[in-house]
T-cell receptor
Framework: GAGVSQSPRYKVAKRGQDVALRCDPI?????LFWYQQALGQGPEFLTYFQNEAQLDKSGLPSDRFFAERPEGSVSTLKIQRTQQEDSAVYLCASSLDMAGGAYNEQFFGPGTRLTVL | GQQVMQIPQYQHVQEGEDFTTYCNSSTTLSNIQWYKQRPGGHPVFLIQLVKSGEVKKQKRLTFQFGEAKKNSSLHITATQTTDVGTYFCAGPDRGSTLGRLYFGRGTQLTVWP
């Protein structure tokens, strides 16, 4: 079966440009997560959706970051006016159970590597 | 906020040697998860521990959860080159069953043939 997919896999942006990163979770998975992973670090939580509801966005580093999941499936992470410090791999993960990912295996996508010049 | 500390950051072993990585939390964890990330890949779930003092085995991998549920370890017996990668532990927000996981920095394992 299909796993979590993300697009694009690689994105190069000039500083100040807006970018949109897409995540297709595993079909039927209720919970969806976005993480940011810098080189040599563990994934850092950005935001969490349960269906279409964004239940936790406390990890978003600034108001330039915005995420949505309007129909409870595909999600988009948008970064406005990109800065060099935004360069990282952005990982999307999904999990099945409505109880939340804290007690459920999270399935990660391949990530989008964003480079801001 | 929640912090999960992981040591060592790097470990280089010869094939056949054992390997252990340790994870410590400043607060009691309801559960802990372990993930493996191969070079250039994405994290892949290995296991979840929930009970105090729990020990689980997967072939050559042994996972332990401390009695106080504040620490955990992953031990690999007789490493193989296929074990290469970074091993992360991750714990949830204190008192929460929602999705947020706090990942450790990871232990990067290199295995010499």
């Amino acid at each position: 079966g299909a796993g979590v997919s993300q697009s694009p896999r690689y994105k190069v942006a000039k500083r100040g440009q807006d970018v949109a990163l897409r995540c297709d979770p595993i079909s039927g998975h209720v919970s969806l997560f976005w993480y940011q992973q810098a080189l040599g670090q563990g994934p850092e939580f950005l935001t969490y959706f349960q269906n279409e509801a964004q239940l936790d966005k406390s990890g978003l580093p600034s108001d330039r970051f915005f995420a949505e999941r309007p129909e409870g499936s595909v999600s988009t992470l948008k970064i406005q006016r990109t800065q060099q410090e935004d360069s990282a791999v952005y990982l999307c993960a999904s999990s099945l159970d409505m109880a939340g990912g804290a007690y459920n295996e999270q399935f990660f996508g391949p990530g989008t590597r964003l480079t801001v010049l | 906020g929640q912090q999960v500390m992981q040591i060592p950051q790097y470990q280089h072993v010869q094939e056949g040697e054992d390997f252990t990585t340790y994870c410590n939390s400043s607060t009691t964890l309801s559960n802990i998860q372990w993930y493996k990330q191969r070079p250039g890949g994405h994290p892949v779930f290995l296991i979840q521990l929930v009970k105090s003092g729990e020990v689980k085995k997967q072939k050559r991998l042994t996972f332990q959860f401390g009695e106080a549920k504040k620490n955990s370890s992953l031990h690999i017996t007789a490493t193989q080159t296929t074990d290469v990668g970074t091993y992360f532990c991750a714990g949830p927000d204190r008192g929460s069953t929602l999705g947020r996981l706090y990942f450790g920095r990871g232990t990067q394992l290199t295995v010499w043939p």
